[in-house]
């Protein structure tokens, strides 16, 4: 297992274009993360999973924002009508359900440029 | 709504200069208290998780401190591979509060 897999690494798009990112969380991982990052600025919290099952959002999360995790392994967040606003890095994250301590592992994260 | 301030935001240190960052928190419960290591371009790397007051975690140059309002990251002789920003996120106890609420981060630069 080589840790958690964003796809995209960078993606640059027009604005009012769709845009979607893909996380590949630790296979033995049930829970799932996804976190917002500017420049300066901490990751913010954006949704989470429970294997397939969406439990929290943010009301940062936008209805232009869509996150699924189909099959209770990998996910995705779709980003419609993309606006300059939208800019910024995406990470995903995964976890075990049970408290190991050890917090999340992050991925590399997918950085979003909107022009 | 939880808060965490870390301060300060930028540092700069020689080789070998000790000194501590630090993180203030508000929490109606805290679950945990989280820090991590982030390198430009990459996601946070875990380092620590403290529970409760007076709790104290070690790794190589860094030690976490935790009391009541702040935690503290201490790095003893600092070496230029332990430049990065350093984040600090609180983890609320109870419901479906799984997520992190972080700050805004302190960035460490180690020169020679």
């Known amino acids: 297992d080589t840790g958690v897999s964003q796809d995209p690494r960078h993606k640059i798009t027009k604005r009012g274009q769709n845009v979607t990112f893909r996380c590949d969380p630790i296979s033995e991982h049930n829970r799932l993360y996804w976190y917002r990052q500017t420049l300066g600025q901490g990751p913010e919290f954006l949704t989470y999973f429970q294997n397939e099952a969406q439990l929290e ?30 800019s910024a890095m995406y990470l995903c994250a995964s976890s075990l359900q049970t408290d190991t301590g050890y917090g999340y592992t992050f991925g590399s994260g997918t950085r979003l440029t909107v022009v | 709504e939880d808060q965490v301030t870390q301060s300060p935001e930028a540092l700069r240190l020689q080789e070998g ?58 790095i003893t002789a600092p070496k230029p591979e332990d430049s990065a920003t350093y984040l600090c996120a609180v983890q609320e106890r109870g419901g479906t509060a799984s997520k992190l609420t972080f700050g805004t981060g302190t960035r460490l630069q180690v020169t020679l």
């Not at chain 1, 996910?75 to 993309?82: A, F, M, P, V, W």
């Not at chain 2, 946070?44 to 190589?60: D, M």
Request: net charge positive; charged share 30%.
């Open chain 1, 57 to 86: 959002k943010s009301r940062l999360l936008s209805d232009r924002f869509s996150a699924e995790r189909p099959k209770g392994s990998f996910s995705t967040l779709e980003i419609q009508r993309t606006e300059q606003g939208d």
């Open chain 2, 17 to 74: 200069e000790s000194s501590s960052l630090n993180c203030s928190y508000t929490v109606s419960g805290l679950r945990g208290l989280f820090w991590y290591r982030q390198d430009p371009g990459k996601g946070p790397e875990f380092l620590f998780t403290l529970y409760s007051a007076g709790e104290e975690k070690e790794k190589e140059r860094l030690k976490a401190t935790l009391t009541k309002k702040e935690s503290f990251l201490h």
